[in-house]
């Protein structure tokens, strides 16, 4: 076996690895078999800066000596409580806390264990919504091409990435999608939120009139669209967005799953960009990326729409077991208290221009066709091999990592999201490391 990873020897055959190539990965895997702060360690010894939090989770960086402890101490306490009918103390504290940091109205919080699962959740509270306050004609969903909103049938469906729709049917019907936001003849090397084009947002607003409003029961999108290659909102466009969904009655879903802990500089999206949606669908940083764990924040008057009725009856037919499970519950709250005693839910916007300065000073290298940044999150762009898409990126991740760097790469653009306790001189060794890679790119 040609192993990437030396001492890589057991059989790797049977685990089907998610979006992974299986087989070329099995000929030369790549496997971390430790972490601490900004870097991960792999089985041959090597020590990777870790460019990507992760899978954009780790935001307080790895072994954080508080969310071990507090996985440990629970472990300890309570494994596991029934999460139906039943409750334990820490997943109420942390719904109590968690609703701090959410602008004035959003103050109740459903679990589930993803941000796929937060997204199903947010689109079924949203048609039940309309349909406990007697308006059920409203079905349709309106997502965006080029969206993310995790794997399962609703968010594939919402969702704007053909490779993850075309396999699976017919998917959700009653879906519509806006268009994407990417324009690189008009935006390219902007530093920051494009100039141009708020005005993709009024495609909402013809979305409604060709189905007419009063059957729309809402809107989701990710506040800067991360899977598909870091698409940056254009200035006014989410505004402008949450101006037409109050015109037409519409809820409008935040897919916070990126955003969300701090990764702009703000706790979540919605302050940084002053705009208050109606639902907010997080995961990942929740938890830091530890235990699975994910949470969608509501309206009060979502929530109260729905306790009416008889008190003994169930008010939404919809949980999953491990929804606020005793181990997520306390991962989340040394996670926070990690946030919190550290700064770093804000810490992003004290590294936001060091960040972007070192980001676009790769503006030149060969094959460097966008270069775009928001917070602590970089994208570069690179112009496609010709006829072998995705290859050249791809080939960027393998040379990085060989050269100790970790990046994430989707179709030909290198995303970068570095926990959020990097320091510029890792900063400018993540740099240095990227403008050697795509020096030698072919
Ligand atoms: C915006 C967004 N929504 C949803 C998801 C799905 O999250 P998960 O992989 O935890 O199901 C992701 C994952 O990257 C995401 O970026």
Redesign the pocket.
């Known amino acids: 076996m040609n192993a990437r990873d030396a001492t890589a020897t057991n059989n790797l055959e049977a685990f089907w690895m998610p979006f992974t190539a299986n087989r070329q990965f099995k000929q030369a895997p790549r496997l971390f078999v430790g972490a601490e702060g900004m870097h991960y360690v792999t089985a041959n010894g090597r020590r990777v800066l870790d460019g990507t939090a992760g ?2 989770c780790c935001n307080a960086g790895h072994k954080r000596p508080k969310i071990v402890e507090a996985i440990k101490r629970q472990a300890e306490e309570l494994d596991y409580a029934p999460a139906f009918q039943m409750g334990h103390p820490k997943i109420f504290e942390l719904a109590a806390r968690l609703v701090t940091y959410m602008p004035t109205g959003i103050d109740h919080v459903f679990f589930t264990n ?6 199903e959740t947010a689109l079924k509270i949203a048609l039940a919504y309309h349909r406990v306050k007697g308006d059920g004609a409203r079905f349709r969903l309106i997502g965006r091409e080029r969206g ?4 399962n049938f609703g ?1 594939i469906s919402v969702g704007g990435i053909v490779a993850n729709r075309k396999m699976f049917g017919t998917l959700l019907t009653g879906v519509d999608h806006l268009p994407h936001t990417h324009d690189i003849k008009t935006n390219a090397f902007t530093r920051g939120e494009p100039e141009h084009g708020a005005d993709l947002a009024d495609e909402l607003e013809r979305i409604c009139l060709l189905h007419d409003p009063s059957t729309v029961a809402a809107c989701i999108v ?1 506040p800067v ?3 598909t290659g870091v698409l940056i909102p254009p200035k006014g466009y989410l505004k402008r967005l949450r101006e037409i969904c109050d015109k037409h009655g519409i809820l409008l879903i935040f ?1 916070e ?2 955003t969300g802990y701090g990764r702009l500089g703000a706790a979540f999206a919605t302050e940084f960009f002053d705009v208050v949606p109606d639902i907010i ?1 997080t ?2 940083g929740l938890t830091n990326g530890v235990v ?1 764990m ?1 949470a969608v924040f509501v309206k009060k008057e979502i929530y109260d729409a729905f306790m009416h009725g008889p008190e003994g009856v169930i008010e939404f037919f919809h949980g999953y077991t491990y929804s606020g499970n005793p181990m997520a519950a306390a991962t989340a709250l040394g996670t926070l208290d990690t946030y919190e005693d550290e700064g770093l839910l804000t810490r992003a916007s004290e590294l936001a221009s060091y960040w972007e300065d070192a980001l676009h000073s790769l503006k030149g290298l060969p094959h460097v066709i966008d270069i775009r940044n928001l917070g602590l999150i970089g994208a570069i762009e690179l112009e496609p091999i010709a006829g072998a898409p995705t290859k050249r990126a791809f080939q960027a991740f393998l040379d990085a990592y060989d050269s100790n760097l970790l990046i994430r790469t989707t179709g030909d653009i290198i995303a970068l999201s570095p926990p959020l306790i990097i320091e510029k001189s890792e900063i400018d060794v993540l740099f240095d490391t990227l403008s050697g890679v795509l020096k030698n790119l072919h």
């Open positions: 899978l954009w993803s941000g796929s699962e937060s997204v993310y909103h995790g794997v968010g990710e669209a991360g899977s897919d799953v990126i669908v995961a990942k699975p994910g």
